[in-house]
Every structure is written in structure tokens, then in C-alpha cells.
């Protein structure tokens, strides 16, 4: 059964940071694509990074050179670094496995991001 643990969050100004971080068990975590997703009021979840497991990345038009997505695999985790952000980033952040975001679901109880001053 996938676990995923997401913390971080929280209230930031905009143009602040924050570090999300999200622990995974239950999937071989090292082969998995992870990817950070979010669902702000209203929306539906949208990806907005992926990192395979070699390391390769992708992110989301909204997010690009903002964001960074990195994962640790000794560590069963993955971190999105969030620099100058946005109050339309403001959302619930989630982490999943690409495969398992696919099946819909399980997902973690996500952690939130309020971006307001």
C-alpha cells in the first residue's frame, strides 16, 4: 500500500519560499517518477513538477524557473523548492507516484501552501 507524507507548507508573502518535502513507502521508490501536484480552490489537481528516477524533470509552464523538483532516493523522498512565489500558487500540494496519480490515487493528505501578505 503507497504512503506518501507531505509537509512544508504553510503561509508565505509573495515573493517568498518554501520547501516542501514528501516521504514515500509502499512503491520501489527509486524507479518511480514522482511528481508534485496541487489543487487550488475551485480547480482540479494539476502536475506541476515530475522527476524520474534518474533525475530528469519537468515542470509545468506556470512554475518553470520557480520551482525546482530533486528527490533522494536513499531517503524515499521527494522536495519541491518554491522561490518567488505567487498567490495564485496558493493550493493544497500533493506528491504521488506518476503511475499511481494515474490509477487515482491513494494520495497523501497533502500540505498547504497560502501565499498572501
Known amino acids: 500500500q503507497v504512503q506518501l507524507v507531505e509537509s512544508g507548507g504553510g503561509l508565505v508573502q509573495p515573493g517568498g519560499s518554501l520547501r516542501l518535502s514528501c516521504a514515500a513507502s509502499?512503491?520501489?521508490?527509486?524507479?518511480?517518477?514522482m511528481g508534485w501536484y496541487r489543487q487550488a480552490p475551485g480547480k482540479q489537481r494539476e502536475l506541476v513538477a515530475s522527476?524520474?528516477?534518474?533525475?530528469?524533470?519537468n515542470y509545468a509552464d506556470s512554475v518553470k524557473g520557480r520551482f525546482t523538483i530533486s528527490r533522494d532516493n536513499a531517503k524515499r523522498t521527494v522536495y519541491l523548492q518554491m522561490n518567488s512565489l505567487k498567490p495564485e500558487d496558493t493550493a493544497v500540494y500533493y506528491c504521488?507516484?506518476?503511475?499511481?496519480?494515474?490509477?487515482?490515487?491513494?494520495w497523501g493528505q497533502g500540505t498547504r501552501v497560502t501565499v498572501s501578505s
Open positions: 522527476i524520474t528516477g534518474g533525475g530528469s524533470t
Open positions: 504521488n507516484s506518476m503511475s499511481n496519480a494515474l490509477r487515482g490515487g491513494p
Open positions: 509502499g512503491i520501489i521508490f527509486s524507479i518511480n517518477t
